[in-house]
């Protein structure tokens, strides 16, 4: 089981950056990937970025490239997505989440098996 809880939400006008963390708590099994998805409202579930806990590999939506950076602390257990240059298409419920049971669903940013509860990111223009 994993506990994935996420922090550092907010608002923030065009331009900007936030930082989010997630503190991970992992019981028994070991995260194959991490990774960071969003949704924001009226609109479908967007995988933003997803790290690999062994190699260290990244993967990023399109959406986001160039702009966010997700990053790995082992010794903290703590996952963390710099966002720089947020836009308000940015806007979102930001929702930490890791794999631990299928390691193909690291290959893309479509669905991992554990979650957040959510941060709120509001953009303002």
């Known amino acids: 089981m994993v506990r994935l809880v996420e922090s550092g939400g907010g608002s923030v006008q065009a331009g900007g950056s936030l930082r989010l963390s997630c503190a991970t708590f992992?019981?028994?099994?070991?995260?194959?990937?991490m990774g960071w998805f969003r949704q924001a409202t009226g609109k479908e579930r967007e995988g933003v970025a997803s790290?690999?806990?062994?190699?260290?590999?990244?993967l990023y939506g399109d959406s986001v490239k160039g702009r966010f950076t997700i990053s790995l602390d082992k010794s903290k257990n703590i996952l963390y997505l710099q966002m720089n240059d947020l836009e308000p298409e940015d806007t979102a419920i930001y929702y930490c989440?890791?794999?631990?049971?299928?390691?193909?669903?690291?290959?893309?940013?479509?669905?991992?098996?554990?979650w957040g509860q959510g941060t709120q990111v509001t953009v303002s223009s």
């Open positions: 989440a890791a794999e631990t049971e299928t390691p193909r669903r690291c290959l893309t940013l479509e669905y991992f098996g554990f």
């Open positions: 992992v019981y028994t099994e070991t995260s194959y990937c």
């Open positions: 790290i690999n806990t062994s190699g260290g590999d990244t």
